[in-house]
């Protein structure tokens, strides 16, 4: 077994952060499989190039046979699994994808990453790791006053994508206490940073602002959500792979519960800022309250107390730190953003807001 490991979708946003950082930070080599959705973008990883410690395969974790060719060629001591369809507005519009890939992608993944670890010496058998990387929305919804989110929280998916995620979770689950499977499992708050796709609400807004475009919040704008910097995610990641319990889950959280209005509010200063409008108003004047989606959480908060209690992590990022550096990558990166926008993009954009009713 060698010191390589091997990530699922290293490609997409929190995937190449994560890939990125590795590459950057340690000394061992990285085996990147992913499908090149239109998420999953190779440019993330330009700086990458020429890197022989970085491998990026286009594949499918669903296909059997690749997945196990690479394990038994490049023999990694980890996987680390991100590959996923991630965005609640898309598995509401087309939820067989996430069942494709969250629920049938996770299960083949687990049995080539089982076959594989049950090849290995016992020595490499102890040594090797699979983390599973999840979301907080497998928990369900919270009302305003009760206590966030901890592992010991019942599941109560309420999105397609949700229950994709819960599904695969408990597969994880199900491979650890049935073979002794090596596991790891986090579940993450709503994540922001560089390389987000602009369909998620951070990035959407920025480059909506930037553009003087309108800022289309779903309901009253009173939804929360406990923002994680992606970077923050990424460390909270490399400390459970290394030191976590197997056959732990481990919530990763960023303490930084905003609703939805108030984030955007604070994009509209910050791109004022950075950006102002000659002769014009806030930015603040372009946000518009549109026909919510349909069973849309209310609150998601992370109790992380667990990850600071036996791994010693915690969130080293404030959010208007993090949204501060987040908005101003996404004003100097303008290339990035004009090779992501593409039509399928602009397809999507229309299909999902053009119909929304401005209430």
Request: net charge negative; aromatic share 10%; glycine share 8%.
């Amino acid at each position: 077994m060698n010191d390589a490991i091997l990530v699922t979708g290293g490609a997409g946003f929190i995937g190449s952060n994560f890939v990125l950082n590795w590459i950057g930070s340690t000394t061992s080599s990285a085996i990147n499989l992913d499908l090149m959705t239109y998420a999953g973008n190779p440019e993330n990883l330009s700086s990458l190039d020429g890197d022989r410690r970085h491998l990026l395969v286009r594949g499918d974790i669903c296909d059997a046979k690749l997945v196990g060719s690479l394990l038994r060629e490049h023999q990694p001591r980890a996987i680390v699994h991100f590959a996923a369809e991630s965005h609640v507005d898309r598995s509401i519009a087309s939820p067989g994808a996430f069942m494709q890939t969250n629920v049938q992608g996770t299960f083949a993944l687990l049995e080539q990453a089982k076959a594989y670890w049950s090849s290995l010496s016992q020595a490499d058998k102890e040594s090797f790791r699979f983390l599973h990387v999840s979301t907080d929305e497998v928990y369900g919804t919270l009302g305003p006053l009760d206590p966030p989110f901890s592992e010991a929280t019942a599941y109560a998916p309420n999105s397609p994508y949700a229950a994709s995620k819960a599904a695969s979770d408990h597969l994880v689950r199900a491979y650890h206490h049935t073979w002794g499977f090596p596991t790891l499992t986090t579940n993450c708050s709503n994540n922001y940073g560089p390389f987000q796709f602009p369909e998620k609400l951070i990035p959407l807004m920025i480059l909506n602002a930037l553009e003087s475009k309108a800022l289309p919040v779903y309901g009253d704008g009173m939804n929360v959500r406990d923002w994680l910097f992606v970077e923050d995610h990424c460390s909270a990641i490399r400390t459970v792979l290394e030191s976590g319990r197997v056959g732990e889950t481990y919530n990763i959280g960023g303490n930084s519960e905003r609703a939805n209005i108030d984030v955007v509010k604070t994009i509209c200063d910050l791109v004022d800022e950075m950006r102002p409008r000659a002769g014009k108003g806030s930015r603040r004047e372009l946000i518009t309250y549109v026909q919510d989606r349909p069973g849309h959480d209310r609150r998601y908060a992370i109790d992380a107390s667990k990850l600071l209690r036996e791994l010693g992590w915690k969130p080293s990022s404030e959010f208007e730190s993090g949204l501060r550096k987040t908005v101003r990558w996404y004003l100097d990166h303008a290339s990035w953003i004009e090779n992501v926008r593409t039509g399928a993009y602009l397809e999507w954009m229309n299909k999902n807001y053009s119909e929304r009713v401005a209430l």
